[in-house]
Nanobody, 122 residues
Framework: QVQLVESGGALVQAGGSLRLSCAAS??????MGWFRQAPGKDRELVAA????????AYADSVKGRFTISRDNAKNMVYLQMNSLKPEDTAVYYC?????????????????WGQGTQVTVSS
């Protein structure tokens, strides 16, 4: 069992930056992902990172703007978001997977945080 707590969501102007943080409880190391869900839309993978941090994956819509990273010593996962756009507005969720490889579907993730709101104004 693991508990995930996100923080860092805020209201920001287009072109701005935010860093989301996810604190994970427990001793085990999981493959981690950031998802987002906008009103009326399905939840989608934004970025994912393997247990050791050696491999990452990104949605095409955020490549070159967002960076996922982790600090296993601190049980933390981060999402650095730059050049934010109004279409990035969503609730962002941190999720943990027991998979050894990166999962791209929400069904691949067993544990979820409560979400943090990111709003980008134009």
């Amino acid at each position: 069992q693991v508990q995930l707590v996100e923080s860092g969501g805020a209201l920001v102007q287009a072109g701005g930056s935010l860093r989301l943080s996810c604190a994970a409880s427990g001793r085990s190391t999981y493959q981690m992902g950031w998802f987002r869900q906008a009103p009326g839309k399905d939840r989608e993978l934004v970025a994912a990172i393997t247990r050791g941090g050696g491999n990452t994956a990104y949605a095409d819509s955020v490549k070159g703007r967002f960076t996922i990273s982790r600090d296993n010593a601190k049980n933390m996962v981060y999402l650095q978001m730059n050049s934010l756009k109004p279409e990035d507005t969503a609730v962002y969720y941190c999720a943990a997977s027991i998979r050894l490889t990166i999962g791209i579907s929400s069904a691949d993730y067993k544990y979820w945080g409560q979400g943090t709101q990111v709003t980008v104004s134009s």
